[in-house]
DNA sequence: GCCTCTATTGACATTCATGTTAATAACATT
DNA sequence: AATGTTATTAACATGAATGTCAATAGAGGC
């Protein structure tokens, strides 16, 4: 927590974004929706609440900013990791482990949650969709077949990066059983396609 | 919206509860958490939020009890769909449907996202788990590949109940490829199995 | 050095939610 | 009818969050 006794710090505004936008992420991580009061953000930042209002205009518009760019972060993760290996093999496993690492799928949960549906122009994404699907179902798989895979592995990927500690503590799993749930899960999706 | 011009309506506590309950559990399911202030709930049942405060003694108290109440409903349901069929071909697709009905997996989410963990004390739900995972375990099944496939049932049930519509938008799945999903994930799951 | 631009801030007004208190009214009992 | 219990409410005090406005202070250009 920064005390900036009497003198000011004048940022150019593209630093006064960012500072505002890493400290509101982190707000969210640790408190979830509740952190993102500017308020709260601009007290941990160091800045007064007036300042966030004057880069962004509003709260709701700081909040849109924010989860703005934390989209743009997962669909750039999730097709840099789809990059890497083409094999359709592999394609579902990678998007499982991205789509539920780093709290992504915690981010996607709060946005439905929030706001009742998601906005759309999410035209890339439905893009990138297709493409994986296009890719799974190239080999003899129906086309169906291949959308019902991608639509389990991510709802399977949020449930489990929202609740996936405490599930499988009732369930009993113990932690070295629970890190081979993507590898287990990616190994039943290939035993799937090739029957 | 009750409108009382002047004459009060006395209720048993009983009544009193299960009106302010009922109507909290319909915010939550238009509102989100944000539904679950006591001067909303208040001016939906028509009531003031001071007799909220007189019969829950807090706005936090009113929550927990909410959250008791609802999560009371989805074990009893869980056990009544797990008890029609004991067949343990069965039991995980009934699993399936009944978590990802009636907002059940949002009302976990929701409890998951608002306090940062479950709480401890769920020792019937963890009980229920144990029994679930004997029964399919019976047959040949790895124990630990059974405790996966309750794992998979569970968070895919729930991310669907979050994001499930505009999960399938993006895909490209239209409603009645959609409504296939629990019965295909079903029969995936006995596949797996019977290997 | 002077001037301009604007990022930053403190002070203020407003709204909303929470919780307390004392008074009131509905209902049961005698 | 009188009385006691308590569910209900209005009024109040408090605190937190939002957004506005005018004044201030960095930083660069002249």
Redesign the interface.
């Known amino acids: 927590m920064n005390v900036n006794r009497g003198k000011r710090i004048r940022r150019t505004p593209e630093e006064a974004r960012s500072l505002i936008l890493s400290t509101a992420a982190r707000r969210l991580a640790e408190h979830?929706?509740d952190g993102l009061s500017i308020s709260g953000v601009a007290k941990e930042a160091g800045i007064s609440h007036a300042t966030i209002i004057h880069h962004f205009g509003s709260t709701e518009a700081m909040r849109a900013a924010l989860l703005q760019q934390m989209t743009g972060q997962l669909l750039s993760d999730v097709v840099e990791a789809l990059h890497e290996d083409q094999l359709p093999d592999e394609i579902l496993g990678r998007l499982f482990t991205t789509l539920s690492r780093d709290g992504h799928?915690?981010l996607?949960?709060?946005l439905?949650?929030?706001r009742?549906?998601?906005e759309p122009g999410?035209n890339q994404?439905?893009a990138l969709?297709?493409n994986i699907?296009d890719t799974i179902a190239v080999d003899g798989v129906d086309r169906?077949?291949a959308?019902?895979q991608?639509?389990?592995v991510?709802?399977?990927?949020?449930?489990?990066s929202?609740?996936?500690?405490?599930?499988?503590a009732?369930?009993?799993?113990d932690e070295s059983?629970?890190s081979?749930?993507p590898g287990?899960?990616a190994a039943?999706l290939q035993?799937?396609k090739s029957?």
Chains 1, 2 share one sequence.
């Open positions: 979830g929706l799928g915690r996607l949960a709060w439905a949650l929030d009742q549906q998601l999410e994404t439905a969709f297709r699907i169906t077949d959308k019902l991608v639509l389990l991510a709802t399977a990927a949020m449930g489990l929202i609740c996936g500690d405490p599930l499988a009732l369930i009993g799993l059983e629970t081979r749930f287990w899960l039943r035993t799937l029957e």
